[in-house]
């Protein structure tokens, strides 16, 4: 099954957000700095940012890899509920990615690879793994 590769997929974007986080948390002052000499090159001086809105999104993006590798554990091991908050995540995630599409388009792996877990995740073949592996 699909699963296991989906629950490594799951766990490797994890990893990075935690690695990401910790870095972007780790480096705040050099980040804040960053972003304040690219905003006045590029003549954005209406977006302000400040040092607790760097670590905010750094904590954030530390917390979203903390719950997927909570999500990745249960997928690799059977669980339904990591395959229900999957599916809620990923169709989360496709709504407010499509709007995005239109400026990024590099998010098309992550449309595509929402739309396979909400398509996959539904097939009666895997729900009756998931339901298996709860009667073990």
């Known amino acids: 099954m699909l699963v296991s590769l989906v629950a490594l997929l799951i766990l490797i974007g994890a990893l990075l957000a935690i690695v990401a986080g910790s870095l972007t948390y780790a480096s705040r002052d050099t980040f804040l700095s960053f972003f304040r000499n690219e905003t ?56 407010l990615t499509l709007p995005a599409l239109l400026l990024f388009p590099e998010l098309v792996l992550v449309v595509l690879f929402a739309g396979f877990v909400l398509y996959y995740f539904t097939r009666p073949r895997v729900k009756e793994f998931f339901k298996a592996s709860r009667k073990v």
């Open 40 to 95: 006045a090159t590029n003549n954005l001086t209406s977006v302000t940012l400040t040092l607790n809105d760097v670590a905010n999104f750094a904590l954030i993006l530390i917390g979203y890899g903390v719950l997927h590798v909570g999500i990745a554990y249960g997928l690799w091991t059977g669980q339904n509920w990591a395959r229900r908050v999957s599916l809620f995540l990923s169709a989360i995630g496709l709504l």
